[in-house]
């Protein structure tokens, strides 16, 4: 008799586990995981501990911050039961119970998930209010987790409030935002409020670094710097970068490195940018247009290379001040940001950072960003080191530089050298006159002030100085429209700054001329006069009397 043996299913090939973006797999699973967010984690803490839990929670931040990951914790501590199933709510939900694995896998039936974006009405709304009459069914409490909340339409909030504000003791809210100022106000104050902060590029940095060592993946830190900061505080954005870096890297296992970053974002290199910033210091505008181009052959957006240089501007600001260095940064990076801090000014770091600045929008809205780019760095190069007007009137009274003449000005300014030269052999060039460092007249006085950034002042002197003398340095005004002590102190502090010399300022009871206000208006008054004056314009008005004069010679604009 034979005997027949049974061996059973023969062994199946093991499925490979579906592939998941590192946004999904290192979604945080514990508030120890959740970077960046100590406060909002300690006072739930406090809460839990002290059975102080509100009814209704409200996270906000900008993207990729944490928020709905923060709310899927909540859910999982205060629903949490412990491996023993005798577990309280806690700060430390185990992970293993059943309502731990459910609510991290989304298919717990007592925490429901609404995305507002697509549950706008007042119908969606209705429904959690009806259902949440009803005890839960297997959980502590019933949890509406409802993400971009912000979307929900008056009517739907206006029909939340009353099951918000006083909601069975079941019944928990957590509600994310990115835009906070959407939320009426009767909403935002029926709930406890948590702001999620940005998290810092250092954390972010070390939070990829960590990932990195679980995938397996090498990667330079100035490559996991170059995703944080990208990033922008971001971690969800900073893992998707981070997941483009490794496929990127490919399977050479050369690891995610910082060129690579750079090219795939599109960033400027930072030993390049320096070597920009050098050439533009040192006025070589011929270098500095060689260098912008190479780096666009290279691929890297000018707008990219505009926000560079403003970022290493500002560093070397920070630097000035006395800000400590970035460990994070590369000691390239560092030394020459403390090279430039002690060779550069305040006014001329501050000149630079308007240049760029403006640079950056002209090249964010140009149809041609690669030429305004050119032009923005001309303008750099022949800007940035000018000195402001007090400084160049100081220069002038002390005889340090001579005033400009036609001989001193820039050769980018001057005329082409043919008509130069037909110049110079037709009429000899005029011996430069002595200038005095002073304005000429008071308008001008006020002119300069208005440069020098006393707006303030030179407004006051154009709407209400009523000139006797001017004879500077000396200035007398009429006492009939007098001023305060406050502001004379101000004027004196103001004209001394713009010209670098001590103005005597005394005021007369003679009347004096028209404010320069008075004198512009007492102007355009006059040109509109002689225009209705003329023959032409009385012959129009006696043709149509309901006619008016709307622009003459000398208005000013209304714009």
Same mark, same amino acid.
């Given at each position: ?11 199946? @090939? ?128 019933? *949890? ?26 079941? /019944? ?10 959407? /939320? ?117 957006? @000018? ?44 006014? /001329? ?13 002209? /090249?964010?809205?140009?149809?041609? @960003? ?56 037709? *009429? ?40 006797? *003398? ?43 001329? @028209? ?45």
């Amino acid at each position: 008799m034979s005997e027949s043996f049974d061996l059973g299913e023969p062994p199946q @090939p093991v499925k490979p586990e579906a592939y998941r973006v590192l946004a999904r797999k290192y979604r945080p699973q514990t508030f120890g995981e959740l970077i960046g967010q100590e406060a909002m984690v300690r006072t739930l803490e406090n809460a839990i501990k002290r059975d102080r839990i509100a009814h209704a929670f409200l996270m906000t931040g900008v993207r990729g911050v944490g928020k709905t990951s923060t709310a899927r914790l909540i859910a999982k501590a205060l629903n949490c039961i412990g491996p023993d199933g005798n577990g309280g709510p806690t700060i430390d939900p185990c992970g293993v119970c059943d309502p731990c694995r459910a609510i991290a896998e989304g298919r717990h039936i007592d925490v429901i998930e609404m995305d507002a974006a697509s549950h706008t009405g007042v119908d969606d709304v209705r429904e959690i209010i009806d259902a949440s009459r009803y005890s839960a069914v297997s959980a502590r409490f019933k *949890i509406y987790i409802i993400d971009e909340v912000h979307m929900l339409s008056k009517n739907a909030f206006n029909a939340l409030l009353k099951t918000l504000e006083e909601p069975p003791a079941h /019944v928990k809210f957590l509600f994310a935002t990115t835009e906070v100022n959407k /939320v009426p106000v009767t909403v935002l104050s029926r709930c406890q409020r948590f702001d999620l902060r940005r998290i810092t590029a250092e954390k972010l940095a070390e939070h990829f670094a960590w990932v990195c060592g679980r995938e397996g993946v090498s990667a330079e830190p100035e490559a996991l710097m170059l995703i944080a900061r990208a990033a922008e505080g971001s971690a969800r954005d900073g893992l998707s970068i981070l997941d483009q870096g490794i496929a990127h890297a490919g399977l050479e296992g050369g690891g995610v490195t910082a060129d690579a970053v750079r090219q795939m974002l599109g960033l400027s290199d930072r030993g390049a940018v320096r070597d920009l910033l050098g050439l533009v210091l040192s006025g070589d505008s011929a270098g500095a247009l060689a260098s912008l181009r190479r780096q666009y052959d290279y691929g890297v957006d @000018p707008l990219s290379v505009f926000r560079s240089l403003l970022e290493t501007v500002h560093g070397v600001t920070l630097a000035k001040v006395g800000t400590p260095p970035d460990i994070a940064q590369a000691a390239e990076e560092r030394d020459a940001r403390l090279q430039w801090a002690g060779a550069l000014s305040f006014p /001329v770091l501050h000149r630079l950072w308007q240049l760029f600045l403006k640079g950056h929008d002209e /090249v964010a809205k140009a149809a041609l @960003p690669i030429e305004a780019a050119e032009m923005s760095l001309l303008r750099a190069i022949y800007a940035s080191s000018l000195p402001d007007p007090g400084e160049l009137a100081r220069q002038i009274a002390s005889g340090k530089v001579a005033p400009p003449t036609p001989e001193s000005a820039p050769a980018f300014a001057s005329a082409p050298a043919s008509s130069a030269a037909a110049a110079d052999n037709s *009429i000899p060039s005029p011996e430069p006159m002595a200038q005095s460092p002073f304005p000429e007249n008071f308008e001008a006085l006020v002119a300069l002030l208005d440069e020098a950034g006393s707006i303030a002042v030179a407004a006051k002197l154009r709407h209400g100085a009523s000139v006797v *003398i001017y004879d500077a340095p000396t200035l007398v005004l009429s006492g009939s429209r007098p001023m305060s002590t406050e502001t004379v102190a101000d004027l004196h502090a103001a004209l001394k700054s713009a010209t670098g010399q001590a103005w005597r300022v005394s005021f007369d009871d003679r009347p004096g001329a @028209p404010t320069l206000n008075e004198a512009e208006k007492n102007s355009e008054a006059a040109a509109k006069a002689a225009i209705l004056e003329s023959p032409m314009i009385k012959a129009a008005f006696d043709a149509f009397p309901e006619a008016e004069l709307e622009q003459w010679p000398g208005k000013r604009s209304m714009a």
